[in-house]
């Protein structure tokens, strides 16, 4: 039986919509939940909410802070099964990547509590005798845009680190996750006594983004924007923010690289690319999208890397917890996939396993002859689709994984360590694993990208960097002097 949630959370109370909006599964197209639909006023309120509560949270010893982050991971693994049901229910997601989303988020939260220990600023020397300090202080209203694919995760690190900084929050999740990804956090906050005001949500139709994206980065009292999607709202995002010089911190998509030199464990290598390129029927912004594959394995690698994809069962994620490639988030994204796949194959490319699409759902394929004149050479797939290019020497291979607008994730599979690390430090990426997959991520770690990948970094001290101020404070011990005809 579908849900239905006619409000959404501001200032510590659910406030009714006019409109709701349909959540949909994206397997069945089955009613999932029946979710509030703000306007651009509600939105405004919410923020002057955010605003309201800002000064007494801020002031709030840090130690009570990090005790509220520790309640809210307590709650989360309570509510485990609701959150699993969300991720598979509204976002298709298998029931391993579920239960894998669900257990990390709580350590994003157990992960920033524990920061909230760690220093501040620093004393610096003066001149003149001062007490010089360099001193972080939170900014304010942060609000932030969270993406459909790991909806809970994203959002989580999105807000966690600002939060536990002093920043109060306004959340915006996908109109295609808005529980698991928005709704959810709503409810656990309510749920451990979260102060008012302290921690919003706002759900909305695809109908009223625009504008209210619009308000959540230029209204007057925001001062500091978290947004993880795609490239092409992210700068969009990334433009608006700095006309209004407001922080913001954008991670995009990716174009990511798997290298396997010749050295490689073939077997780990498989499977490496295997989990890389599928997990999530490749929907994840640090999939493998490129399988580049030294000349002297090649053949032998394609069979072991066919051979283990080819026993991905696809089908429904709810009603077959087997079912590990389920279906892709919207008509759109399908489509998106199928005209890649196409373009390749009509210029030559060969599907070595799969090529089949029914609706939302991609058989997991594998393609060989891919050239750079295809779309599914340059365009991010965010799909289950993936080519296996030959190189021949380590320069080769680092200029075809370069040759792409993105740079967010990489990995490299070599016997050899230091060839690893050589062959890491000149790729173009904000992120590059040697003898593992791309796709990687901890809560207390620099995660983000370069190129059109992003700006700035999530998770850790890094974003409370990025999402609070830094301030120069002193106090003069009478050392400093001015001229005397002053």
């Not at 989990?275 to 912004?285: A, D, L, V």
Request: proline share 5%; net charge negative; aromatic share 8%.
């Amino acid at each position: 039986m579908a849900r239905v949630f006619e409000g959404f959370y501001a200032g510590g109370s659910w406030k009714r919509t006019g409109k709701t909006f349909q959540d949909l599964n994206p397997a069945n197209d089955q009613l999932w939940a029946d979710v509030a639909d703000a306007d651009v006023n509600d939105v405004r309120a919410t923020i002057q909410s955010a605003q309201d509560a800002f000064p007494a949270w801020a002031e709030l010893p840090f130690t009570e802070r990090a005790a509220y982050m520790l309640k809210i991971a307590d709650e989360i693994e309570k509510r485990q099964g609701d959150l699993v049901a969300a991720i598979q229910g509204e976002g298709g997601g298998w029931f391993g990547k579920g239960m894998f989303e669900a257990g990390y988020v709580a350590g994003v939260f157990r992960a920033a509590a524990a920061l909230s220990y760690a220093p501040i600023g620093e004393v610096m020397p003066s001149e003149h005798g001062k007490v010089s300090m360099a001193v972080r202080r939170p900014m304010g209203v942060v609000t932030v845009i969270s993406p459909w694919n790991f909806p809970a995760l994203l959002t989580a690190r999105g807000f966690a680190f600002p939060l536990v900084a002093g920043n109060t929050i306004v959340l915006k999740p996908s109109e295609e996750t808005p529980y698991s990804g928005g709704i959810f956090f709503a409810e656990v906050m309510e749920a451990v006594g979260l102060p008012a005001g302290v921690f919003n949500v706002v759900t909305c139709s695809r109908d009223n983004i625009a504008e209210i994206g619009d308000e959540l980065i230029e209204n007057p009292l925001v001062k500091g924007i978290s947004f993880t999607g795609s490239t092409a709202v992210g700068r969009m995002v990334a433009a608006k923010a700095g006309a209004h010089l407001k922080k913001c911190c954008v991670e995009l998509g990716g174009k990511d690289s798997l290298i396997i030199c010749e050295d490689a464990d073939l077997d780990k290598s498989a499977q490496t690319a295997n989990f890389g390129s599928f997990m999530h029927q490749g929907q994840i912004c640090m999939s493998v999208e490129k399988v580049l594959v030294h000349e002297k394995i090649f053949d032998s690698f394609l069979a072991k890397f066919v051979e283990r994809a080819a026993k991905l069962k696809m089908g429904d994620p709810t009603t077959d917890k087997s079912n590990i490639i389920g279906p892709l988030i919207n008509d759109k994204q399908a489509s998106q996939v199928k005209a890649q796949l196409e373009d390749a194959l009509a210029k030559g490319a060969k599907a070595v396993l799969g090529g089949n699409i029914n609706g939302r759902f991609v058989e997991p394929t594998i393609l060989t002859g891919v050239t750079p004149d295809m779309l599914i050479y340059q365009n991010e797939t965010f799909g289950p689709v993936v080519p296996v290019i030959p190189f021949r020497t380590d320069d080769e291979a680092i200029a075809i994984a370069n040759d792409t607008e993105y740079g967010l994730s990489s990995g490299v599979m070599t016997d050899d360590e230091k060839r690893g690390l050589d062959i890491a430090s000149k790729l173009e990426t904000g992120i590059s694993h040697v003898n593992c997959s791309s796709v990687n991520d901890e809560p207390h770690i620099p995660f983000g990208g370069s190129k059109a990948s992003g700006v700035g970094r999530h998770g850790g001290r890094w974003s409370m960097e990025t999402f609070t101020e830094t301030r120069w404070i002193t106090l003069d011990r009478g050392g400093r002097h001015f001229p005397p005809m002053f």
